[in-house]
């Protein structure tokens, strides 16, 4: 899908890029990482032609891009980036349909999709489109940076270190989301980011360079198994050697920021909420905070199709396995692993519901445990 | 006093309509001719920013000239009369304007214009589209400025015969008559007041609203 | 070609500068009196602000006849007309430049048992000089144009030559005020905006250091 023949690009007599050949496969997610000024983002820039190589050849299926007017050649391919750049002075549907107006799409056809794909995110549109970027949170701004990208169904997506300024909760939310799309749809994403964290859990490869040329082109596993060199171990340890203190009480493992409604919520309120939050199952706890089971979303639907509802109490919740904040750490590893769970619901010993332990919590942890350091606070 | 004054304004009434006309006339003339050369010039100054940040310098320095000089330099080669009163204003009213052009189109941030041009946007969607919504708040606040110096500098206008209010003034100063001097000096004040009100209210109008919340944080 | 006598030219100089320094150092006074009052009255500084401003838009023949209904033909009208255009730039100016201050720097200096008197002489109003100046740099540049105008209701400056050469339809005559005004405020530009420079340049390196 991309494919650098020999590019190397300098900056008066400042080298930035040096012979780099990289072959990026239809579908496939592909993770540009690397200190900064190794030229992870020049790399990507040149993809859309924002900056032209000195020497070289970028093919974007198979098409010469110097061929190609530079102003129809970023048309189709999506462009996401750190400041996200949606316009101040246009409203959510101006934003998106950008592209689309570009490219003298019909009102009623953008209008449709400016709809579907905000939908898709689980952004009700009679409640966003008409909004202006300034009164939405940074990871609502991103999300619609996102669909932006995407209003014309480009291909490849090129995304430069998307997620860096959010905070950590949100964007793991949002890269959730963005590998889900990239599955959905199965298109091709070229992704700046320094995180390894990141890199690790987004990529089928991993593409890590310095000053300009690639060190080692891998899928994660392969990079953290089989790291090549120093340089490499280095860059994968680094961050996780920060810190060091001890994973072993499940509390400093959990994600905090968990989402529950009450028994007596209203039913129509919940639903909305949860297309905000954008969650597949509500947490339900009686007027205490006490825990009383999950709804996932199927059922909700199942049975909003059968009768009227008016709270949520009034649906029976399933019982889930818990463990208590203060349970060992290995504890959750070891009941999310045999009972094949998505995720463990944390409670005191009020079991007033506190927090949540995915699966991404543990493979946090768990490199904490192999490299001798949970955080990611990068 | 008072009595003094309504009896002259009632008796000059009709030169106070002729010269409030010939006031706005000149001013509006003068602003619509300056935004029209500094507009252009100020966008197209961005381009080339290091060229901008000179030719800016070069007409602050010319903005001190005062305005009395500016009229006598222009004299011999345009004459007495109010072509001379525009010309000079003109002149005067390019560059806050353009200043103003400048600074609120190379203030629109790098982020949306890097996000425009790679979503395939050319250089003119980008100016339209993006930097000339974000930065016309700032624009129109250079021709407020533009408009009450513009206002102001007419009233001189009046030693070059250029007419406007700075006629009656002048009079009454000559003739040391009070009510004169306040027929032409609050008419002025009036007009530069109330424009710079309705000009200001005009900046306010055109900020996109998805920028006043974040103008006013 | 003698358009007028050297020592007519130097005594217009010297007049034109005198008029104008009085009347911006009156407003400097009172200004960074009144700029330092509202920032401790955070809620009528826009309204006063916004009075001021009202001064600044009155047209400056308008201003100067006016005043001469109270002052009378002569200098003092233009003194106190520059008075009035000055306020705005001094008082805004050193407002925003007291405002601008650091906040830890008040932290410390009272952290050291400074007094409120002593903050404010030590730390904000040595940070808002630089912006200060500009305001002042602002208003004596209007000032020359203003004392040049004053001609018109019996100032003495500059202005008389350039009047005087219309009149006369005389270019000679007229640049002989022209070309000292433009150079004085030519320099006064150059040399504030140097000392603004230097002090800001000052200023962030202490900061930084």
Redesign the interface.
């Known amino acids: 899908m991309v494919v650098f023949d020999n590019i190397s690009k300098s900056f008066g007599n400042n080298v930035v890029i040096q012979n780099l050949n990289l072959n990026i496969k239809r579908g496939q997610f592909a993770v540009l990482i690397g200190p900064s000024g190794c030229g992870k983002t020049t790399s990507l820039r040149m993809i859309?032609r924002?900056i032209e190589p000195t020497e070289g050849t970028i093919l974007v299926d198979e098409q010469d891009v110097s061929k190609v007017n530079p102003?129809?050649?970023?048309?189709?391919i999506g462009?996401v980036?750190q400041?996200?750049?949606?316009?101040?002075?246009?409203?959510i549907e101006q934003n998106i349909e950008?592209?689309p107006k570009?490219l003298g799409w019909p009102k009623e056809k953008r209008r449709e999709r400016v709809r579907e794909l905000l939908e898709m995110v689980g952004m009700n549109p009679l409640q966003y489109c008409n909004r202006?970027?300034?009164?939405l949170s940074g990871g609502q701004q991103q999300r619609v940076g996102v669909l932006?990208?995407l209003a014309v169904s480009p291909p490849l997506l090129?995304m430069d270190e998307p997620f860096g300024a959010l905070d950590p909760i949100t964007r793991e939310t949002l890269q959730d989301e963005i590998k889900k799309l990239q599955t959905d749809l199965g298109i091709t994403i070229v992704f700046v980011t320094h995180d390894i964290d990141e890199a690790v859990k987004l990529a089928d490869i991993i593409i890590l360079m310095k000053d300009g040329k690639v060190i080692q082109a891998a899928p994660p596993e392969e990079l953290l198994s089989n790291p090549a060199g120093d340089f490499v171990r280095e860059f994968i340890g680094k961050k996780r050697l920060r810190a060091n203190y001890d994973v072993d009480l499940v509390r400093e493992i959990m994600n905090a920021k968990v989402f529950t409604v009450t028994k007596s919520k209203g039913f129509a309120e919940s639903i909305s909420l949860m297309r905000q939050r954008n969650v597949d199952s509500l947490i339900v706890t009686d007027d205490d905070g006490k825990f009383e089971g999950v709804i996932p979303v199927e059922k909700l639907r199942e049975i909003a199709g059968k009768k009227v509802i008016n709270t949520i109490g009034e649906i029976q919740p399933e019982k889930i396995t818990t463990i208590n904040l203060n349970a060992q750490a290995r504890e959750a590893f070891d009941t999310i692993l045999q009972e094949k769970l998505p995720y463990l619901i944390v409670v005191d010993s009020k079991n007033k519901v506190r927090g949540l332990v995915t699966k991404t919590s543990l493979v946090k942890a768990l490199a904490g445990a192999v490299w001798g350091d949970n955080a990611d606070d990068e | 006093m008072m009595n003094d004054f309504l009896a002259t304004l009632h008796s000059n009434w009709d030169r106070l309509v002729g010269a409030f006309g010939a006031h706005v006339q000149i001013a509006l003339t003068a602003v619509a001719f300056g935004a029209m050369i500094a507009v252009p010039l100020g966008i197209a100054l961005t381009r080339y920013p290091k060229i901008g940040q000179k030719v800016i310098a070069v007409l602050?320095?010319l903005q001190?000239?005062?305005?009395?000089?500016m009229?006598?330099?222009l004299?011999?080669f345009t004459g007495i009369g109010r072509p001379t009163a525009i010309i000079a204003l003109t002149l005067y009213s390019i560059l806050p304007i353009l200043r103003n052009t400048y600074t609120g189109i190379s203030d629109v941030?790098d982020?949306?214009i890097?996000?425009?041009?790679?979503?395939?946007?050319?250089g003119r969607?980008i100016l339209f589209?993006?930097e000339l919504?974000?930065a016309l708040p700032v624009i129109v606040t250079g021709i407020r400025i533009s408009s009450?110096y513009i206002?102001?500098?007419?009233?001189?206008a009046t030693?070059?015969g250029g007419g406007g209010?700075?006629d009656i003034?002048?009079i009454?100063?000559a003739r040391h008559n009070?009510a004169m001097?306040?027929m032409?000096?609050?008419p002025?004040?009036l007009l530069?007041?109330t424009t710079?009100f309705i000009v200001g209210r005009i900046a306010k109008a055109v900020t996109?609203?998805?920028?006043r919340?974040?103008r006013a944080r | 070609m003698l358009i007028a006598d050297w020592s007519e030219i130097i005594e217009r100089i010297l007049v034109h500068f005198q008029i104008s320094v009085t009347g911006v150092a009156l407003a400097t006074v009172v200004g960074m009196i009144i700029g330092i009052t509202l920032t401790r009255f955070p809620k009528i500084a826009t309204p006063a602000l916004s009075v001021i401003e009202?001064f600044?838009?009155?047209?400056?023949?308008?201003?100067l006849?006016?005043l001469?209904?109270f002052l009378g033909l002569g200098n003092n009208t233009a003194i106190m007309a520059i008075f009035f255009y000055s306020l705005l730039p001094i008082v805004r100016n050193t407002h925003a430049g007291i405002l601008s201050v650091d906040p830890a720097l008040l932290d410390a200096g009272k952290g050291m048992g400074m007094n409120s008197f002593q903050v404010l002489f030590k730390v904000e109003i040595p940070n808002a000089i630089p912006v200060i100046l500009s305001g002042l740099r602002i208003s004596l540049?209007t000032a020359?144009?203003i004392v040049?105008?004053s001609?018109?209701?019996g100032g003495g400056g500059l202005?008389r030559f350039?009047?005087r050469?219309?009149q006369m339809?005389n270019?000679g005559v007229?640049l002989t005020?022209?070309i000292p005004?433009?150079a004085m405020?030519?320099l006064t530009?150059l040399l504030l905006n140097y000392l603004e420079k230097r002090m800001t340049r000052h200023n962030r390196s202490s900061r930084t250091a």
């Open positions: 859309n924002l102003v129809d050649l970023r048309r189709r462009y980036i400041q996200i750049g949606l316009f101040p002075n246009m409203t950008v592209v570009l202006y970027p300034s009164e932006r990208a090129l | 602050s320095i001190t000239i005062p305005s009395m000089v009229f006598g330099i004299l011999p941030s982020s949306y890097d996000a425009g041009k790679g979503m395939g946007m050319n969607q589209r993006v919504p974000i009450v206002i102001s500098w007419a009233t001189v030693i070059v209010l700075g003034i002048f009454g100063v009070h001097i306040l032409g000096a609050i002025a004040s530069a007041i710079s996109p609203r998805g920028l919340r974040e | 009202v600044q838009t009155i047209p400056s023949l308008a201003m006849s006016i001469l209904i540049i020359y144009g040049t105008i001609v018109l209701v202005g350039v009047i050469g219309i339809q270019m007229m005020g022209a005004i433009a405020a030519l530009d």
